[in-house]
């Protein structure tokens, strides 16, 4: 990946963020992005950013689930920034096409929720992912393919999650839905 595309990511990434309601949170995320050249790839700081997509069906009453191997936890799909993308959403978008096999997934315009998590033992060198969540809809009658980076795919209803699941999911998933219904 060139210097070129890594700061295109970049610069991406702060016009996102700076769009985002201001808030601590958003500020915190702003100034570890400002802080690390790197932030948003893999082998830069063990904290760094990655995208997630929150899968809405057709109609928004369900969202779609992975069952992630290393977490062991039900959650939306998502990783790593990758050379390649140009953009947040794009990232996001990728990563839940190929944990899902959903083709055609579209990415909401604004819609951001913004969420750094610890990591576990299981998960290397990484010890903190700060996550650029964006919501996206499936289009009607979406099939869905379990990946090798998950042990399930499923729909689920947007407010009857399974367990285990990561305790803020619930809120974000309310989050990014409430902002596709009143859109």
């Known amino acids: 990946m060139t210097d070129e595309s890594r700061k295109a990511l970049r610069d991406n990434a702060f016009e996102v963020l700076r769009a985002a309601a201001p808030s601590p949170t958003r500020d915190a995320f702003v100034d570890h992005l400002a802080a690390y050249d790197d932030a948003l790839w893999r082998d830069g700081p063990p904290e760094h950013f990655t995208a997630g997509a929150v899968v809405f069906s057709h ?52 819609a951001l929720f913004l969420h750094r998590h610890d990591l576990t033992a299981a998960f290397g060198r990484c010890t903190a992912h700060w996550d650029l969540r964006i919501a996206a809809v499936a289009p009607e009658g979406a099939r869905i393919a379990v990946s090798d980076e998950s042990d ?22 309310g989050f990014l839905r409430g902002q596709l219904v009143s859109a």
Do not use: M, N, Y
Not at 153 to 158: C, F, K
């Open 59 to 110: 109609d928004l009453t369900r969202v779609l689930l992975v069952l992630h191997k290393k977490a062991r936890l039900w959650l939306q799909p998502g990783g790593h920034f990758e050379p390649g993308d140009r953009t947040v959403a794009g990232a996001a978008v990728r990563e839940a096409t190929e944990e899902s096999g959903i083709d055609g997934l579209r990415a909401v315009p604004g």
């Open 152 to 173: 399930d795919v499923r729909w689920w209803p947007a407010h009857a999650l399974p367990e285990p699941t990561d305790p803020d999911l619930a809120d974000c998933i």
